[in-house]
């Protein structure tokens, strides 16, 4: 099976552009989350989207958002952007074992965000 | 979810085994134990998972204590190439923890020749 798969994998942008980042789940998973990684914050979780519905969300301003689509793929956006938005953004998909059995998250190879 | 800590840094010999301990005092009975690792700047890698019993696969050997209070992933053989950042995470299962791992900072595992 395929990985996840992120794209684009390098990203240039400037202070008060947007971006929107691009997520492919491995086949079947149904869930998909984001992080943000940074030297100083380390992995911080963003959201989480199963069924095209966000189910919950990290402690981040409302200028980060996501949507997911009915094939699970799923995109993530950061409005006006700000220097301390660089960072590694990394999504991670979940097959949703059910049944109380635990839930394992593959994670892509990330997208790394340069603001200048 | 539970907190798990970590030593910030471990250094090994290569083809020698590696042990990584983890502390999660606070595990709850329906929170697993996750091993990821993280090789410079590419997406954390899953390794092994347990909730009581000690596990075994391709990569590496988990060894969780009797009270499930803290554990030890064991990499038999390390190689240089198992030089990365090692997370240690506890996570409930059955969909309950809808998409959030908490990681902290994680053991750096330095692998020599």
């Known amino acids: 099976k395929a990985g996840v798969t992120q794209t684009p994998r390098y990203l240039i942008k400037t202070r008060g552009q947007q971006v929107t980042l691009s997520c492919s789940p491995i086949?079947?998973?149904?869930?998909v989350s984001w992080y943000q990684q940074t030297p100083g914050q380390g992995l911080q979780f963003l959201f989480e989207y199963f069924s095209e519905t966000q189910r919950n969300k990290g402690n981040f301003p409302g200028r980060f958002s996501g949507r997911q689509f009915s094939n699970s793929r799923s995109e993530m956006n950061v409005s006006t952007l700000e220097l301390g938005d660089s960072a590694l953004y990394l999504c991670?998909?979940?097959?949703?074992?059910?049944?109380?059995?635990?839930?394992?998250?593959?994670f892509g190879p990330g997208t790394r965000l340069t603001v200048l | 979810d539970a907190k798990t800590t970590q030593p910030p840094s471990m250094d090994c010999a290569e083809g020698r085994a590696a042990n990584l301990p983890c502390n999660h005092s606070?595990?709850?009975?329906?929170?697993?134990v996750y091993w990821y690792r993280q090789i410079h700047s590419q997406g954390p890698q899953y390794i092994i998972h347990g909730l009581k019993n000690n596990e075994t696969n391709e990569m590496a050997s988990l060894i969780i204590t009797e009270d499930r209070k803290s554990s030890t992933l064991i990499l038999p053989h390390a190689t240089l190439r198992d030089t990365a950042v090692y997370y240690c995470i506890v996570c409930k299962a059955g969909g309950t923890s809808y998409g959030k791992l908490t990681f902290g900072q994680g053991t750096i595992l330095t692998v020599h020749p």
């Open positions: 991670a998909s979940n097959r949703l074992a059910g049944g109380g059995l635990p839930d394992t998250q593959y």
């Open positions: 606070t595990i709850s009975g329906n929170e697993y």
């Open positions: 086949s079947g998973h149904r869930s």
